[in-house]
């Protein structure tokens, strides 16, 4: 019985190490002109569909994904390189604040370009600027708060001055007020019967309370 095992073991094995080696490896280096040439050639006569058998009917030593990444992101005619416009970059900022990093989408939206591009502009350029502009934002608001803290205190000093200045003044007149002596204002035993200096106290002491 173990024996029946261990001969199926090693034929399973044997038929994975022939898998193996039938198995045809691909060219995963820098695509050269001449091979950008054929896979232009065999799009043209089969068209950009079904990678897989356009790698094979090329005859180039490339897998299916790698003849799609080329002719998508290097080779097909309307494709734009460079030069991003300040209206594609307000629309990548846009779009990415939508979608966020479905690159594939965003590159939809703009016209001949592709994902890769727009990928690679985010990551050296657009990341970098939207970091610089929150730095600086953070900083106004701190330098703002800042300013608003030192106005409030000014205002607060000039407010208790203010209020120190009237409590003080309230005080002096309610002293002069303390200091009337209200007998000996209606004392008219020294005075002539038309005396009428008492008549000009009154009128000053009114005065006083206006």
Known sequence: ?????????ILKQEGNMRKVS????????????????????????????????????????RCGKSCRLRWLNYLRPNIKRGNISDQEEDLILRLHKLL??????????????????????????LSKKIKQQKEKQSSTIGSTRKSSRSDQKISNVVQ???????KKEG????????????????????????????????????????
């Open 160 to 166: 208790n001055k203010q209020e120190g200045t009237a």
């Open 100 to 125: 966020g990093n479905r690159w594939s989408l965003i590159a939809g939206r703009l016209p001949g370009r592709t994902d890769n591009e727009i990928k690679n502009y985010w990551n050296s350029h």
């Open 1 to 9: 019985m173990s024996t029946m095992r261990d001969d199926e073991s």
């Open 22 to 61: 039938t198995k045809k490896e691909v060219n995963k280096g820098a695509w050269t002109a001449d091979e950008d040439r054929i896979l232009a050639e065999a799009i043209a006569i089969h068209g950009a569909k079904k990678w897989k058998t356009i790698a094979a009917k090329s005859g180039l030593n």
């Open 171 to 210: 005080d002096d007149h309610s002293n002069s007020t303390n200091n009337f002596d209200v007998d000996e204002f209606f004392d008219f035993s020294n005075e002539e019967p038309l005396n009428l200096e008492w008549i000009n106290k009154f009128l000053q002491v009114d005065e006083g309370y206006n």
